[in-house]
């Protein structure tokens, strides 16, 4: 289905119908009539609200169209045009009326005040705002987003001549799962070599976007990027202390298991060391899971598995599916990675991602359904703001989806090859919980010495990787591919400070699969209720709805850790 015809969720009332959303002179007018548009009470006032979500929402799904179209089909310059435009016109064109509307409703709140609790997360979102509005930013904004589409487009042409064909990277990485080990090294050397071929390119894109971030920051009146962006992303629960307690607790609790989880793969497979290629075949040297053939397959089986965990789930993925909502194999020019994209006007979610047939293609795709049930739970709010979420609750829903799923992973495999999918799922999860704090706690170096060098920077993220769990790899003879390792960390670049999320949240899916594992019923049921809040509440109001704790510290991680080694030592 073509995307731009997707029904609305409701019908316009403010917005005209069939109006150009890429004509940015029609964008800012309609913007310039809500600004001109008087409130004389408390009723006006959320009519007016209700009309500028409207607007946003319309704006929204039509950036988000290109963006999809874009990432499908990298190479087409037609479809890369398209959104190159709108982030060149529409953006920075909004910005600067937006704060004015900005201003407009905090002034009409003073006259006429509204429900406090229903505003409180709004309210205090639109504040910040105003506060980090600057007009010099805008341009440099968009600088960045256009960095961020070359970054795209070079990952996304990266392709390798191997076994007689040219593969995409996603497809290259099912041979790491071979048990043939000199044609996972191959394989393994073949992508590091193509990586390092644009290791130039993508460092300029990267120093690009770091001074560019500096100087924003300092235009707003920050002393550092890092506490500019913490308010950007609207964090008010922690702070950038709170991340470090999180990176030091993780080396305390999460490293030395990540380390036996290791230590246990190299003894089995009878190893010196463990080099790049060794960590994702099975240890045992039994074949890769092959749990479907193809894309349709995939979404199948997945299908059952969510009429099974909970009947609206099923339904609600098979009119995704139903409505072309899902574009999930691998091909020559898609961009790298997944996500889940919420058209904001016809309130669907939109998944995307690059399957070729692995295990890990699985969680991926219980991973962003849960986003889209999350997207779908909070639909009816008509503020679009409150249908989205904080990324640590967003998080959530998808993270816990992946462990909720893997309950009924016999849609794709026979008992023992369950049983071994999610033992690697909870190896996974204690390695993520590492490398997220290896990344954040990078990016906070990077951020904090705004001055450094290129050496200075290769040093710094070697001397995070060793502390996090790089120590446990032998790199002997790699040590350039090494170094570069966060390059293929597409969140650096594009989202930067975006990725402690997936830490906070992880810790918060586990606590929903403990409770699940003691009353499955309430579980699921506190979970859907807090994914029906969206970004209404506070965050830690949303966990606590979820029937889960925001902590991070270690009274809440030593005995998650507990309970993922027990369940580890008995799957294994």
Request: hydrophobic residues 40%.
């Amino acid at each position: 289905m073509d995307l731009a015809q997707l029904p609305v969720y409701q019908k316009r009332a403010f917005v005209p119908e069939n109006v150009d959303l890429t004509d940015v002179n029609t964008v800012v007018g309609l913007y310039e009539k809500l600004e001109n548009k008087p409130i004389r009470s408390a009723q006006e006032l959320e009519s007016w609200l209700i009309e500028r979500s409207e607007l946003d929402a319309a704006l929204s799904q039509a950036g988000s169209i290109l963006y999809i179209r874009m990432t499908c089909q990298t190479d087409d310059p037609i479809k890369a045009g398209e959104y190159k435009r709108f982030v060149e016109t529409i953006s920075p064109a909004v910005k600067p009326v937006n704060d004015r509307l900005n201003h407009k409703y905090v002034r009409a709140c003073e006259l006429f005040p509204l429900d406090a609790k229903r505003y409180q997360v709004y309210d205090r979102a639109v504040k910040t705002d105003i506060e980090l509005f600057c007009q010099m930013n805008v341009p440099l904004q968009t600088e960045v987003d256009l960095l961020s589409q070359q970054y795209q487009a070079l990952c996304g042409a990266m392709t390798v001549m191997f076994e007689g064909q040219e593969q995409t990277m996603p497809k290259m990485g099912k041979y790491l799962l071979e048990t043939d080990r000199s044609l996972r090294e191959r394989a393994w050397r073949a992508t590091a070599e193509r990586r390092l071929k644009d290791q130039e390119k993508i460092e300029k894109i990267f120093e690009s976007m770091f001074e560019l971030r500096n100087t924003m920051a300092r235009n707003a009146g920050y002393a550092n990027f890092t506490d500019y962006q913490f308010k950007v992303y609207h964090r008010f629960d922690y702070t950038p202390k709170d991340c470090k307690k999180y990176h030091e607790t993780v080396e305390k609790l999460i490293v030395p298991l990540n380390g036996k989880i290791l230590s246990k793969r190299r003894q089995q497979m009878k190893l010196k060391s463990l080099r790049p290629w060794d960590t994702a075949v099975d240890p045992s040297g039994k074949k890769p899971l092959a749990p479907f053939k193809d894309a349709q397959g995939l979404i199948k089986a997945t299908g059952s598995i969510f009429n099974k965990l909970d009947p609206e789930f099923g339904l609600q993925f098979q009119t995704m599916d139903k409505s072309g909502l899902l574009d999930l194999a691998s091909r020559k020019g898609k961009a790298p990675g997944g996500y889940q994209n919420t058209l904001s006007e016809a309130r669907k979610p939109f998944i995307f991602m690059n399957a070729v047939g692995v295990d890990d293609d699985v969680r991926t795709l219980l991973h962003e359904s849960g986003h889209a049930f999350h997207a779908l739970a909070c639909a009816a709010d008509v503020l679009v703001d409150y249908r989205h979420a904080p990324m640590e609750f967003c998080e959530v829903a998808s993270m816990a989806m992946e462990l909720l799923g893997g309950e009924y992973l016999s849609e794709f495999y026979e008992p023992p090859d369950v049983q071994r999918s999610n033992r690697e799922h909870l190896e996974g999860i204690i390695q993520v919980l590492a490398w997220v704090a290896n990344i954040d706690a990078f990016q906070h170096w990077l951020y904090e010495h705004p001055q450094h060098t290129g050496d200075e920077r290769r040093q710094a993220w070697g001397a995070f990787y060793d502390q996090f769990g790089g120590k446990f790899i032998d790199w002997s003879g790699f040590t350039q591919i090494e170094d570069f390792l966060w390059h293929r960390q597409l969140h650096i670049f594009e989202v930067p400070f975006y990725y402690i999320e997936y830490g906070i949240a992880q810790l918060g899916a586990l606590q929903v699969w403990l409770n699940n594992r003691r009353n499955p019923g309430k579980a699921l049921a506190d979970y859907k209720y807090g994914l029906s809040l969206g970004g209404s509440r506070p965050v830690r109001e949303l966990y606590r709805a979820a029937g889960i704790s925001f902590d991070f510290s270690e009274g809440i991680i030593k005995p998650l850790v507990e309970a993922v080694t027990e369940e580890w030592e008995k799957l294994s």
